[in-house]
């Protein structure tokens, strides 16, 4: 058994736009919340579709760099004060849906917010850098709009590129887009096997070269992926909460199974301003999981080795 919970002070994987706290939400909606955002705030299970309605929703108030900091803010206020070494965030964004699909704010704005946000983190000691969020049902033309908004203009605080959303496009169409963005100086990462099968992580790491993972859960369906993450040290971005959420199949997490198959796994929150949680909470959740611990100790070293937050090129 277990003998203590260690928490990291790091969060590996966080979105902008998710990580409003609900009481922000509420005071700045113009109009009502929808039944679906109550429904994740009560802790309730609800479609992937009806998830994204009220990440959008969320998202469209991210209207100003003031609106844009607080939910820097909210993101640093929940890492847990009594975590052991260093503290950052991977935090993930979507400019192109903030500001050429929805037409919310202006590029600047939001480079201004985050940068505010990001001077607010390093005045508590937490290091943040944002990984930029291109949706895969959109297309890859999606990801080349993304591409074209900010090559001219990268701020230093941009460390990587990803996909996100619907596991839609096979990522081997997506290959020229991560290549761009490498050309680009950015890391590379995919939302890969959580609302898709686990062929898309094998996919995703071998036609689209990518050597991180986000949530990756469908891979404990076959012993041949879980291999695979392991032999490539794939870094695996795992928030525990938000996929036994949204990936309802799960009767239990696969975080034990994961980590068994030697998968380097670490964790994140996802987007706890819509499916509420913390840090402390998910290390909490592994804890409880894992039963083991140097399995928490693995946890641990691959939350902080693998952090682009700390690990910049």
């Given amino acids: 058994m277990f003998s203590k919970v260690r928490p990291t002070r790091i969060d590996r994987h966080v979105h902008l736009e998710g990580s409003l706290d609900p009481d922000w939400v509420r005071s700045h909606a113009a109009s009502s919340v929808p039944d679906s955002l109550e429904a994740l705030w ?9 998830f994204i309605e009220s990440f959008f929703f969320i998202t469209d108030l991210l209207t ?5 900091r607080s939910a820097v803010n909210a993101v640093v206020g929940r890492i ?10 991977d935090l993930w964004c979507s400019p192109q849906t903030l500001v050429v699909d929805r037409k919310v704010l202006k590029l600047d704005e939001l480079w201004k917010g985050i940068e ?3 001077a607010d983190a390093n005045a508590q000691g937490v290091n943040v850098v944002l ?3 291109a949706v895969n049902n959109f297309g890859i033309e999606n990801g080349h709009t993304l591409l074209d908004l900010v090559a001219n203009d990268l701020p230093p605080f941009v460390a990587g590129f990803s996909t996100g959303g619907l596991e839609r496009v096979p990522f081997r169409q997506w290959a020229p887009v991560f290549d761009r963005a490498r050309a680009l100086g950015l890391r590379c990462a995919a939302h890969a096997g959580e609302n898709g099968p ?16 986000v949530h990756a859960v469908r891979a404990a369906e076959d ?3 879980l291999e695979l993450l392991a032999e490539k040290k794939i870094a695996v971005d795992v928030c525990i909460t938000s996929n036994l959420a949204l990936v309802p199949e799960l009767a239990r997490h696969p975080l034990k199974t994961m ?3 030697g998968v380097r796994c670490a964790l994140g929150t996802d987007d706890p301003g819509l499916i509420v949680t913390n840090l402390g909470n998910e290390w909490q959740r592994a804890a409880e999981l894992l039963e083991c611990d140097a399995c928490m100790e693995r946890l641990y070293e691959n939350s902080i080795s693998d952090a682009w937050c700390l690990n910049k090129i």
């Fill in 80 to 89: 847990p004060a009594n975590g052991d070494g260093p503290s950052g965030v």
């Fill in 42 to 50: 009560r802790g309730e299970a609800v479609p992937f579709t009806s």
């Fill in 259 to 261: 980590m068994d198959a």
């Fill in 223 to 225: 012993p041949s992926i």
């Fill in 131 to 133: 990984i930029l969020d």
């Fill in 198 to 213: 686990a062929s898309n992580i094998r996919e995703a790491i071998e036609e689209a070269h990518l050597n991180r993972i």
């Fill in 64 to 68: 100003s760099a003031d609106a844009v």
């Fill in 116 to 118: 505010q946000g990001i």
